[in-house]
């Protein structure tokens, strides 16, 4: 990804976070969902992610049915967080600058087809108004050489296999994590280290 010199509009970002005592969840797809949690496991006041699949139906969230390209399904992640410590406009601050390339039309790096697209999945009224706010602003702003392809986009999540649970965390020498993923949170740390946790 080309987001050296990228500048995300620091407007969107103005309202601080909640100081409710509770957790919140976000949704958002960004190509395979390994990458995906393992960068948002690093994220202070994240306080849980799970790898899973959304936009289609119940059915078909398997991993075989999904990778046939024709469920609907994107991979995806659903992000537990404490909005007293990070805000909802800071995910995706992150989703944007760090997790994927937002600027690729179905597909993250090596990975090809409608289930890497660019997705997000609000899970309130207010969540759909911030990111479409968002995503308004980056375009506005041509923070990307490309136009955003992120789509806002409705549908239940349904957890992945155990075996994609914590795949980066667990093969930290496997591969694709090397080459694809840990650079992604080597970015995150370099990019917003006050938002670091290792």
């Not at 050296?4 to 957790?23: D, G, N």
């Not at 936009?55 to 990778?67: E, I, R």
């Not at 997000?120 to 506005?140: D, E, H, Y």
């Amino acid at each position: 990804m080309k987001l050296a010199k990228m500048l995300i509009p620091l407007a969107v970002l103005s309202s601080a976070a909640s100081a409710a005592p509770h957790t919140e969840t976000a949704v958002l797809a960004g190509g395979c969902f390994w990458g995906m949690e393992s960068v948002f496991e690093h994220v202070k006041g994240v306080t849980d992610v799970v790898s899973g699949y959304a936009g289609g139906s119940g059915k078909d969230a398997t991993y075989d049915s999904v990778s046939s390209e024709q469920t609907g399904h994107a991979e995806a992640v659903r992000i537990t967080y404490d909005p007293a410590r990070i805000s909802y406009p800071q995910l995706l601050q992150i989703f944007f600058a760090v997790a994927h390339d937002p600027t690729e039309v179905n597909r993250q790096g090596p990975d090809q087809g409608p289930s890497y697209r660019s997705a997000i999945f609000p899970q309130s009224p207010q969540q759909a108004q911030v990111a479409k706010a968002f995503i308004a602003r980056l375009n506005a702003s041509h923070a990307f050489k490309k136009p955003i392809a992120t789509r806002l986009e409705n549908g239940g999540f349904y957890p992945a296999e155990s075996f994609h649970q914590d795949f980066a965390r667990k093969h930290p020498t496997y591969p694709y994590i090397v080459v694809n993923d840990r650079p992604k949170v080597a970015s995150l740390k370099a990019r917003y280290p006050s938002l670091f946790k290792a």
